[in-house]
């Protein structure tokens, strides 16, 4: 079978590129060190104090960000681990107050003993909105990185198969390459993003 991989637009092959590659192209990783110095305080008195510190970075550029086969989500463990630690205070909180409400139940009238109690609760009914909000929030990004993952094949095999031209701007795929995804014709990055992440199935995270 012949390939054309001529643009469909300006139909011109010199500016043409894999999504890979192009992706690839924008896409920068490494690391970095740097040195420290300061002061210190010893037994001894003011001592010089040089340490080196290493940082690693990612940087991609507007055009690999628009062609990429899969969105980038944010990790919810660190929302995850908050949330637990502050679940731990929370349990401790609400069984002190539950002690100090059975050593010394309030007293007076109706309203005396709802403000008693609202008082004596209100720390623990406080600390269960961020609870709520750091685990629910976390399981909602654990949620959409499954999903993620279990589309992730599909999407990539369609990708991979695709071609982007410099000159127009646009994404072509020159073979048909999934039933409903147009080949043979220009695509923005937007219309291409979206088929792939439609064959994955999170187009609409």
């Known amino acids: 079978m012949n390939l054309d991989l001529s643009c469909p637009q300006c139909e011109r092959i010199d500016w043409v590129q894999s999504v890979p590659a192009a992706m690839s192209e924008g896409t920068h990783a490494g690391h970095s060190t740097g040195v420290h110095t300061g002061i210190g305080f010893s037994s001894d008195g003011l001592v010089p104090v040089i340490g080196t510190s290493s940082h690693e970075f990612s940087h991609s550029s507007a055009l690999a960000r628009s062609l990429a086969w899969r969105p980038t989500l944010p990790a919810g463990g660190r929302h995850a681990l908050l949330g637990l630690v502050l679940s731990l205070f929370f349990v401790v909180m609400l069984a002190a107050s539950c002690v100090a ?27 269960a909105i961020p609870i709520y909000a750091l685990i629910s929030g976390a399981f909602k990004r654990a949620r959409r990185q499954a999903r993620v993952h279990a589309g992730s094949s599909r999407a990539y095999g369609l990708w991979q198969n695709a071609y982007y031209c410099h000159r127009c701007g646009t994404v072509f795929w020159p073979l048909p390459a999934a039933p409903g995804v147009p080949h043979r014709v220009a695509l923005t990055p937007n219309q291409f993003r979206w088929h792939v992440w439609s064959a994955g199935g999170y187009a609409k995270l």
Do not use: E, K, M, T
Not at 103 to 119: M, T
């Open 101 to 127: 409400f059975a050593q010394d139940p309030p007293q007076g009238n109706s309203f005396q003993v709802l403000v008693s109690l609202i008082g004596l609760f209100l720390f623990p009914i406080l600390l």
